[in-house]
């Protein structure tokens, strides 16, 4: 596609329920990243893709929080039995570059907003 | 870890020049200086990167000293729609671009 794109744009779910977040990438771009931004913080990472391999989940806050990328195109973050601390935004960017390039240029979503209740 | 620093917040009035210094003492050799902005209810967009010396673009200008330790990044004669949070980020393959909470430029008319 021309750009990023993240579904749902917004997500309203009681607490303990689970959800999923998609994104997807441009087309053909290698590299995958979860963030995570708070109102007035900037994005926080979470975890990243290089194809359907996932490289680096040292953000994910705790073991409800997964990522999968299966065949190295869109990816889905899922968030099991959801808290009303897990409530921000989602974000997801991709990158043409594999991920360990220090010039590398992220083409970030709309982001997906999270509210538990 | 190649974090970096720069100011909270920042006020200009239209049709000035901007300066966002950006500290980065801990920058890896390899390590590029990258600069994205954010609007509200958008995510951030890639808008200068270097490594070295100038860079100059459509949108802006990156300024590196020699010792590579902090980075300006000029923004020519701001309007209302460059009100933004600007992000200051170092290459670092264990830090996974550190965002931080970036500059808040407020452009007045």
């Known amino acids: 596609g021309a750009g990023v794109s993240q579904s749902p744009r917004y997500k309203v779910t009681k607490r303990g329920q689970d959800v999923a977040l998609r994104c997807d990438p441009i087309?053909?771009?290698?590299?995958l990243y979860w963030y995570r931004q708070a109102l007035g913080q900037g994005p926080e990472f979470l975890t990243y893709?290089?194809?359907?391999?996932?490289?680096?989940k040292s953000g994910l806050p705790n073991d409800r929080f997964s990522a999968e990328r299966p065949e190295g195109s869109i990816s889905t973050l899922t968030i099991q039995r959801t808290e009303q601390r897990d409530s921000a935004m989602y974000r997801c960017?991709?990158?043409?570059?594999?991920?360990?390039?220090?010039?590398?240029?992220?083409?970030f979503g709309s982001g997906t907003q999270l509210s538990v209740l | 870890l190649a974090k970096t620093t720069q100011p909270i917040s920042m006020d200009s009035y239209e049709g000035q020049e901007v300066n966002i210094t950006c500290s980065h003492n801990n920058i890896a050799t390899n390590d590029y200086i990258t600069w994205y902005q954010q609007f509200p209810s958008q995510g951030p967009r890639f808008i200068i990167q270097g490594y070295k010396t100038k860079v100059t673009n459509e949108v802006a200008s990156l300024f590196i000293p020699a010792d590579r330790k902090s980075s300006t990044l000029s923004l020519p004669r701001v309007s209302l729609s460059d009100t933004a949070v600007y992000y200051c980020l170092v290459g670092d393959n264990f830090n996974k671009f550190y965002f931080g909470s970036g500059t808040k430029l407020n452009v007045k008319p």
């Open positions: 087309s053909g771009h290698v590299s």
């Open positions: 893709f290089n194809y359907e391999a996932q490289q680096d």
């Open positions: 960017a991709s990158s043409s570059q594999r991920g360990i390039a220090t010039n590398e240029k992220l083409f």
